[in-house]
């Protein structure tokens, strides 16, 4: 297998937003990362990923970009950036930038063009189409509810929108567009980001019939995406991206790809394929959806966990490479959502991240992961800011009358915006995050769980974090080594055991909030078993045949 820095990192995922604030207008921006930097460096990682920070009218929280050229105003400026890139070089630590284009905002100028006449030269950098019968052109919807087709009176015609309406999708059958594209990404190479975490990346390439999409149980199928998602020229594009951009650089590229199968990434990230390092994929993340809707769940099923992991595990092995999250900023906090965030909040969350550290793949890490954040629980719907939430909100309560405390509840489970409250520094007012008044509420347990408490507890989850990721640096088994998975029946337990050479690491992870117990395979020899990383230091066991598990325990031994 090929040795490459991006394997072997760590990275980051900051929230600009959430992160720090600079200046007291309550909303973190580019110079309170900068302030921060010694602190991620303290922590070890090696590369932070930025969530947008381009101009924009912040419809999605900078997910529709107004100029890919430009810093937003709330972040501060291009000045600001360069400043804060330096620092994060001065420190050995590498910038990688969201690349958000399957949309533009409607507030780009090339949309101003595109929308001004059906003649403009840009009219095709989106995808425009009439009425069909006097509707819609198809029936596919948008992510954050309702129609994707949006009627533009000026030209009588519908311009598609696969998020907001203030988020039109960009026409990738245009090479003039892609073209422009490709010499944005040169620029910020130039500039010196060390890669892109590329947005919904997966989605760029449309059938462009753009047929009605099949209908089940009354819905329509996953928005139509039948029709866009891994669509018939995404290959093809990635291709000519990688082609007039990426091959120029060493860099870090992951795809945000939802949809996506084994299959699918093997083709996405293969050494020989010249796309893309690595992709997110969604499969785990949706262990809770009882359906297509986000909103309705059901309980997360072990066992679907373990052959989940176990499949791209073992299906990119050799063949392509893994990212390994558990949460990131559309998502729950991984503690609350897989782990016990009450009684066994910080044993959980050490469980969760050995396994997520111990897999094959690059992990990240989501700001406020390494200190255990939780959910939060917003009395009312007026604290929340996220759009998809509150679109749901406005959908199922004001507009079909559904039960306002049910729909409350799926929120706390499920939404945005418990990933997006702002990072508790410490115990001060606001969590240390904002002088102001923050844009959005802080979790009411900052007193307890804040960075400066971590840094003074040296059992913390914090300092657990930093064991991880030195371990990281010194054994090459964890980056490169194989996965075996052990006890695949096992209702409790998710082991398995990494390999490197002659060099064998047993994972063992007790998932529960109840004692249970190990028996290690028998298939599985050795002389002597050190202890090489767990959660419960104070009775780390010799003799691994049986190993007594507690409540969401977590060990590594190398075995000799």
């Not at 050799?318 to 009684?343: A, C, E, Q």
């Amino acid at each position: 297998m090929e040795k490459t820095w991006w394997k072997e990192s760590v990275v980051y995922q900051i929230y600009p937003r959430s992160f720090y604030d600079s200046n007291g207008d309550g909303i973190g921006d580019l110079r309170g990362i900068y302030e921060k930097l010694d602190y991620l460096k303290d922590l070890g990682v090696d590369v932070l990923w930025l969530s947008p920070v381009y101009q924009s009218p912040n419809d999605d929280n900078g997910y529709d970009v107004s100029d890919y050229q430009a810093i937003m105003q709330d972040f501060g400026t291009m000045a600001d950036w360069d400043v804060l890139a330096k620092g994060i070089h001065d420190r050995g630590m590498k910038i990688v930038m969201d690349l958000v284009v399957n949309h533009s905002s409607d507030e780009h100028k090339w949309f101003i063009e595109s929308a001004s006449s059906k003649d403009n030269p840009k009219r095709d950098y989106y995808i425009w189409r009439s009425a069909k019968n006097g509707r819609e052109p198809n029936n596919w919807e948008s992510f954050f509810g309702g129609s994707a087709w949006q009627y533009d009176l000026k030209t009588d015609a519908y311009y598609l929108h696969l998020f907001s309406k203030k988020q039109p999708d960009l026409n990738w059958e245009n090479p003039a567009l892609r073209k422009e594209i490709y010499a944005i990404m040169n620029w910020w190479l130039a500039k010196g980001v060390d890669g892109f975490r590329m947005d919904v990346i997966n989605f760029l390439s449309k059938v462009q019939s753009l047929p009605d999409a099949s209908t089940v149980a009354g819905r329509t199928y996953q928005a139509g995406g039948q029709f866009f998602i891994n669509g018939p020229r995404i290959h093809e594009f990635l291709q000519e991206m990688h082609a007039n951009v990426l091959t120029n650089y060493d860099i870090l590229t992951v795809g945000e790809m939802p949809g996506t199968s084994v299959e699918d990434a093997i083709l996405y990230t293969g050494q020989d394929r010249h796309e893309l390092n690595m992709i997110f994929q969604f499969e785990h993340m949706d262990l809770d959806r009882a359906d297509e809707d986000k909103w309705h769940s059901k309980p997360w099923n072990f066992l679907e966990l373990k052959r989940i992991i176990s499949k791209w595990q073992i299906g990119l092995a050799g063949r392509g490479w893994n990212s390994l999250y558990l949460n990131n900023h559309d998502t729950p906090r991984m503690v609350s959502r897989f782990g016990n965030d009450k009684i066994y909040r910080v044993e959980s969350a050490k469980m969760l991240a050995t396994f997520n550290h111990m897999l094959q793949g690059t992990p990240y890490i989501y700001q406020g992961e390494e200190l255990g954040m939780t959910n939060v629980k917003f009395s009312s719907i007026e604290d929340y800011r996220d759009i998809e939430i509150l679109n749901m909100y406005q959908e199922k309560v004001i507009e079909c009358g559904e039960d306002k405390e049910a729909v409350m509840e799926a929120i706390y489970r499920s939404g945005r915006d418990n990933a997006r409250t702002p990072f508790q520094w410490n115990q001060e007012e606001n969590a240390g995050f904002t002088k102001g008044k923050p844009w959005i509420g802080v979790n009411s347990n900052y007193k307890e769980i804040n960075a400066e408490a971590a840094k003074r507890d040296e059992n913390s989850i914090y300092y657990y974090y930093k064991q991880l990721i030195e371990l990281r640096k010194t054994h090459e088994i964890i980056v490169y080594g194989s996965y075996r998975l052990l006890l695949e029946n096992d209702g409790k337990i998710y082991a398995f055991m990494r390999e490197f050479g002659k060099t064998r690491w047993l994972v063992v992870l007790n998932f529960f909030a109840h004692a249970v117990t190990f028996h290690l395979p028998e298939d599985i020899s050795y002389t002597k078993a050190e202890f090489v990383i767990g959660n419960y230091k104070d009775d780390i066991q010799e003799n691994i045949d049986r190993i007594c598990l507690k409540p969401y325990e977590a060990c590594v031994y190398n075995l000799l």
